[in-house]
């Protein structure tokens, strides 16, 4: 949208004229992407690399920032009336006009299984601004391992991607994991590039079926350089922590890892009871994040990544004794804005929900 333009719908006058509406609800009239503040996307292409996997190229609005390798993105879509938003990778590099995410079918998961089903040219989606700190540094490592499973692949490929673009002399080790051949997202995109850039170094490794399995043996014989290479790590906890386990008894070199679901240090075994006051529920007793129990409860407070690190969740307590399930801190809090999936019932809490 042309800045004086926005400037002018911006303005005090243009918000009350529109009132009780707001001046999105009339821009979307015009076009649905367009937002005074708000980034929004349309996708421009959606591709099926594999039977459970969706790949999108996003044309963001003019609200959009930009981000670094390694980022993330809050993705938004309306279903039954209800805006569901959820955390995805940016798989494309930095400064490519779109942005790219593939997203991998979740079990029964609402959004993935969206997408994977549904998601095609044209849909609209809301965006955050880009966050997240799995970013490599300005200054290319000598050597890196580009270590990944599944899904997880998809901030390492933005990695990837950035240092072959922007033409760094990183030796790249990359060793995926995946099920089948059939499951494999980049397959194509990787192998080309390995055969591009004789300082790419290209393993995939598929697990299905008595497949091998990551350990101590396998790292020795792919990666004998271990110790000297800088890693990004991203897959599934299990995989997460095994790899950190090996590459931690056998290097000191930084490990730069992205998790797509929570390991929590704390107990969430629950104390006291939870109220939920505009709902006017109480649950008692209950285990699980204050998100978890709302959702027994038969609640759905709105939620992105349930583990921290989007906001979506973010609530009132009115009042309550809360245990933080990343660091194990209890505390008393009052009209305190909290996130409830990262937040359990320490004793008595009375939520605005
Ligand atoms: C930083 C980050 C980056 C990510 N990047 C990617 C990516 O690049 N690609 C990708 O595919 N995914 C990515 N994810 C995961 C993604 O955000 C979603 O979590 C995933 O797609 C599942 O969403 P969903 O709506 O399909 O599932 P949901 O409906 O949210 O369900 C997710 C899981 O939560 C459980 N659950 C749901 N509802 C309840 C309930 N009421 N009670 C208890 N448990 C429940 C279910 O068991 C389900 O398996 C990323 C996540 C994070 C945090
Ligand atoms: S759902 Fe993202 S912070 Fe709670």
Redesign the pocket.
Known sequence: MNPIVKRMLGSALARGLAHPSSVDDYLALIDDRLSLAEPRGRVVHAVRQTRD?VTLAIEPNSNWRGHHAGQ?VLVGLTLDGVR?S????I?SAPGDPLIE??????????????LVDHAQRGQLLYLSPAE?DFCPPSQAPARALLLSAG?GI??VMSVLRTWLSHGASTDIVFLHYARAPVDMIYADELEALAAEHARLQSITVFTGAGGARLDGAALDARVPDLAERETWLCGPAGFMDTAETLIAARSSAPLHR????ASRRASAHGQGAVQFLKSDIAASGEHGSLL?IA??AGLSPP?????G??HACKCRIAEGTVRDLRTDRVRQVRDTDLQLCIHAAAGDVAIDF
């Open positions: 996997s993330h569901h959820r955390c995805f990778s798989a995410i593939t997203v991998k079918r979740n079990g029964a998961g609402r959004v993935s299984n969206h997240g899904s998809t901030p992205e998790q797509f679901a978890e959702e027994r939620y992105g990544c349930r583990m690190i989007c």
